[in-house]
């Protein structure tokens, strides 16, 4: 930090001048990035459901489950002739068009295909469905590439046609995500710049926040343009990108800011004032973002293309956020010196006051600590009760926003037609079965309740054989699972094994696969979160407090998401559409977050508290100063990160909402409730014995200079 602060202080201008030509790069390089990014991700390649889809990929040239289907209705709505000329000659045309379709492995024509006539041809007789396989295992990305080039075909036609399937919706909720990401910014850019104004009381200091998240967002893009040149990207990693610069700009920002207005005050715009700026703030710029980095780096371990990619954004923007803090900012000061207050547009405190609002409420609640403690806890714990009955959902078509093609195409699929049209459920038996055994085995399959029908076992190579069942309810839904477990745990036929796919499965082995993972997940995060909290306090105590509160915070939060979104307490306010579930990579996602967050709020504020008991302060006055001194700045940092999120809310696909809520609530929860109650509280009942460690620990920490502020 000496060595940051004497660059920034004697070489200003260039350092700045080097951060100008990075940005330089990094936008020639990563400008396209979001070209380079694929669909979501939800699917684990190692996962039963996947390693069937590639076996039938590989013995058929196509996925055994439809991929995309076309509903052919008569204009106007009335009975469609499928023996008329006119209706034949465009069913054909467009079968042979979507078959020449890249990623297309196989289209079935009911009109020529007389088995699947029975299926495809509606009871009533106005409409028949034109089903497309894929020959590719990426339906999520592919299968965008297959949608967008058969909607021109759709659209062209002389009969009524609509498109759906789990390509189309995949793909038009990726759509309307890079839609709502412009919209959302467009929302969140100027609505913070005049949260700041209100805040730094002034212009200039108020624009640094917002140019640091800027640079912020075009390093995670070269980042990611880099990253998607070796690994599949999820396009979803530039939401955090652009969430997590913002609120961590403004974090950082902040601090950096308020503290240099602080030393300023003190003795003016001196060398010294500019030094302790960077030593302190700087330093736990540095930590803050280190300890957001590692909660977001921890699930790079999980498969999810969503889940990793999340994890190298956030840790990226945890890291450069924090690296470009301690480098713009301070050269900017160096610069600017007093004129930092220039431009000022209103009078009162400023964000670097000590809060005497803040001092006494710390200083009630440590009057109190015990029933403060205890009477906060129960509140965050009952706030989480609803978690024991939370229910997940996934990728599914209830998706896709209304208002979208597919969205109408999906309601009258599931009215007049049965689920395997649509979303079947595909059973491969790999292996020597012979055809009484196979039939046997469908039978069996036919029996197992909410199974409602499907198709004999077909050959896909000399030793793959397949079948393609309805279920009675929707892909997502707990009786739908139930019926995928049982078919799942009947004897294979013969001498084979088998392997179930389709939506249903798909979702059962994602939820599988995150639940094995956790494990890994959580420790990483915890053993990293416990070593940076020591490093910067020195204590054993109050990393382990710290991890406690924040699990209070995310039980909360999690709580609260199921409230709001499951039992529809604010679905009218946000204009929820979606299922009355909590997307399950939601809630890896918002543990990541917010246990990064939560730390760095109290990174924040264990800083300045450990400062002020380096000082000399007793345990309760350095409790009660570190408070008041954190307050205003604290409290800004969580209404930008909220307002940042929150702006996420305009998004019409179901999941961005509930992350939008997610963040925004896990912040505030943070930022009142436990800054404000938990923290004092714990504090004072733990009084000096917080900053205490083994000698041996003690030591390392002295040693290698991570106790010098």
Do not use: C
Not at 269 to 297: I, Q
């Amino acid at each position: 930090m000496n060595r940051v602060a004497d660059l920034t202080w004697k070489h200003p201008k260039l350092v700045l001048a080097a951060v100008a030509a990075f940005v330089l790069v990094a936008l020639a390089i990563g400008h396209d990035a979001e070209r380079h990014l694929k669909a979501a991700g939800f699917t684990d390649s190692a996962s039963e459901s996947e390693r069937a889809t590639r076996l039938l990929d590989d013995a058929l040239g196509y996925d055994a489950n439809p991929g995309i289907v076309l509903v052919v209705r008569a204009p106007g709505g009335g009975p469609l002739d499928p023996e008329s000329p006119a209706v034949r000659r465009e069913v054909d045309r467009l079968s042979r068009a979507v078959a020449r379709v890249e990623h297309v492995g196989r289209v079935v024509n009911p009109l020529r295909d007389r088995r699947a006539g029975a299926r495809l041809i509606a009871r009533d007789g106005r409409s028949l469905v034109i089903s497309g396989h894929l020959s590719t295992t990426d339906i999520e990305d592919d299968g965008g590439v297959v949608a967008e080039s058969v909607e021109p075909l759709v659209a062209s036609s002389p009969l009524d046609v609509s498109m759906g399937g789990f390509a189309p919706g995949f793909n038009e909720v990726n759509d309307q995500t890079r839609e709502d990401l412009t919209k959302a910014e467009l929302i969140a850019f100027p609505v913070l710049a005049l949260l700041l104004l209100v805040v730094f009381r002034g212009v200039i200091a108020a624009a640094i926040p917002l140019l640091i998240g800027a640079i912020s967002i075009i390093g995670t893009l070269l980042v990611l343009r880099i990253m998607a040149t070796f690994a599949d990207t999820s396009l979803f990693a530039l939401n955090i990108a652009t969430g997590l610069s913002l609120g961590l700009a403004v974090d950082y920002a902040l601090l950096l800011v308020s503290r240099y207005r602080e030393e300023i005050g003190r003795g003016g715009a001196t060398r010294e004032a500019h030094r302790r700026t960077v030593r302190t703030a700087g330093r736990t710029a540095v930590f803050s973002g280190l300890t957001v980095a590692a909660a977001m780096a921890a699930l790079v371990i999980l498969p999810q293309r969503f889940l990793y990619s999340m994890a190298i954004a956030g840790a990226t923007v945890g890291v450069l956020s924090a690296l470009i803090a301690i480098l713009v900012v301070p050269s900017l000061l160096a610069l600017l010196g007093a004129r930092i207050d220039a431009l000022s547009v209103r009078r009162g405190p400023a964000v670097s006051d000590t809060s005497d609002a803040w001092y006494r409420l710390a200083r009630g609640v440590m009057r109190r600590p015990v029933g403060v403690a205890l009477a906060s806890s129960a509140l965050l714990l009952a706030a989480a009760t609803p978690l024991l009955w939370t229910e997940l959902t996934g990728p599914s078509a209830e998706a896709v926003p209304p208002g979208q093609p597919s969205y109408d195409t999906s309601r009258y699929l599931e009215a007049h037609y049965p689920r395997d049209v649509n979303e079947a459920v595909t059973v491969a038996v790999d292996g020597r079965a012979d055809d009484a055994e196979l039939a046997g085995f469908g039978r069996q399959i036919g029996a197992i309740d909410g199974v409602v029908g499907g198709a004999p076992f077909a050959r896909a190579s000399e030793g793959v054989a397949f079948a393609n069942f309805a279920l009675a309810s929707p892909a997502l839904e707990g009786s739908s699972q139930d019926a995928v477990g049982e078919i799942r745990a009947l004897s294979p036929p013969g001498s084979a094994s088998t392997l179930v796919s389709g939506n249903t499965a798909r979702f059962i082995d994602q939820k599988q696969s995150l639940l094995d993972h956790a494990p890994l997940v959580v420790a990483i995060v915890v053993t990293t979160t416990l070593i940076l909290l020591f490093l910067l306090t020195g204590s054993v105590l109050l990393p382990l407090k710290t991890l406690l509160m924040n699990a209070l915070t995310l039980g909360a939060t999690l709580g609260i998401l199921v409230l709001s979104f499951q039992a529809g307490w604010l679905s009218g306010i946000f204009g929820y559409t979606g299922p009355a579930a909590i997307e399950v990579t939601s809630l890896v996602f918002l543990f990541a977050v917010i246990f990064g967050l939560a730390t760095d709020y109290a990174v924040l504020v264990m800083a300045r508290i450990k400062e002020q008991y380096d000082r000399g302060d007793s345990n309760e006055q350095a409790v009660a100063t570190g408070i008041a001194l954190t307050g205003r700045v604290i409290t800004a940092a969580a209404l930008a990160i909220a307002v940042v999120f929150l702006a996420f809310g305009v998004s019409s696909v179901f999941f961005m909402k509930q992350l939008a809520l997610g963040v925004a609530v896990g912040v505030l929860i943070d930022a009142t409730i436990v800054r404000a109650l938990l923290v004092p509280s714990l504090m004072r009942l733990f009084g000096d014995w917080n900053w205490w460690a083994p000698g041996p620990l003690r030591r390392f920490r002295r040693r290698f200079g991570f106790s010098k502020v």
